[in-house]
């Protein structure tokens, strides 16, 4: 089994930071990719930031220059520091990552249960 865990969620006033961490363990034999997704009630779940293979992010166009993506592959971690917080970065983020469970195995999609981020104006 693969287990996704997200910490560092909470509340923060408008202009404020945070810092989400997701840890991946179990059976993992090689992570492809890993993403920070966010959801609010009503709405579809949103690609916020994603960190691939090769070492390359990209971000939604709303969270450009405020948000990092930062990957740490020998610990199988993400992170996602968010600064410049706004009221409508308020949601659930959810942890992702795309990966082999062994050599050879479908690359499939693993969620974290996700980590409330609330900011308040």
């Known amino acids: 089994q693969v287990q996704l865990v997200e910490s560092g969620g909470g509340l923060v006033q408008a202009g404020g930071s945070l810092r989400l961490s997701c840890t991946a363990s179990g059976s993992i034999y090689k992570i492809h990719s890993m993403a920070w997704y966010r959801q609010v009630p009503g709405k579809q779940r949103e690609l916020v930031a994603i960190?691939?293979?090769?070492?390359?992010?990209n971000y939604t166009e709303s969270v450009k220059g405020r948000f990092t993506i930062l990957r740490d592959n020998a610990n199988n971690m993400v992170s996602l520091q968010m600064n410049n917080l706004k009221p409508g970065d308020t949601a659930l983020y959810y942890c992702s990552a795309r990966l082999l469970r062994a050599a050879p195995d479908l690359l499939r999609q693993y969620w974290g249960q996700g980590t409330q981020v609330t900011v308040s104006s």
């Open positions: 960190s691939t293979d090769g070492g390359g992010t």
